[in-house]
Nanobody, 120 residues
Framework: QVQLVESGGGLVQPGGSLRLSCAASGSIFSVNAMGWYRQAPGKLRDLVARITSGGSASYADSVKGRFTISRDNAKSTVNLQMNSLKPEDAAVYYC??????????????WGKGTLVTVSS
């Protein structure tokens, strides 16, 4: 089936940077969009950034100007460059893929999440 593998999480100080990556593999016909969501303790999972296969990107207001999402359609990967990190950015970050599988079904898949900690 489809697997999403995330990497790049870790501990950084406020003002620091991290780059998250997510690779999708498996029975994929095409990818409509991929994105990153995050969930802090006691909070709802919320959109951070999303990018379509055509390159159109959307961002949460709280990360605009600091985060940049990019993709490599050939590899079905998505990256999130996070700069000027703030303590409120700390969360588990989840990769999401909106795709068409090998049976022509539109489905959403989620990664297991990667932890981002922002602390001095």
């Amino acid at each position: 089936q489809v697997q999403l593998v995330e990497s790049g999480g870790g501990l950084v100080q406020p003002g620091g940077s991290l780059r998250l990556s997510c690779a999708a593999s498996g029975s994929i016909f095409s990818v409509n969009a991929m994105g990153w969501y995050r969930q802090a303790p006691g909070k709802l999972r919320d959109l951070v950034a999303r990018i379509t296969s055509g390159g159109s990107a959307s961002y949460a207001d709280s990360v605009k100007g600091r985060f940049t999402i990019s993709r490599d359609n050939a590899k079905s990967t998505v990256n999130l460059q996070m700069n000027s990190l703030k303590p409120e950015d700390a969360a588990v970050y989840y990769c999401n893929a909106d795709l068409i599988d090998s049976k022509w079904r539109r489905v959403d898949y989620w990664g297991k999440g990667t932890l981002v900690t922002v602390s001095s």
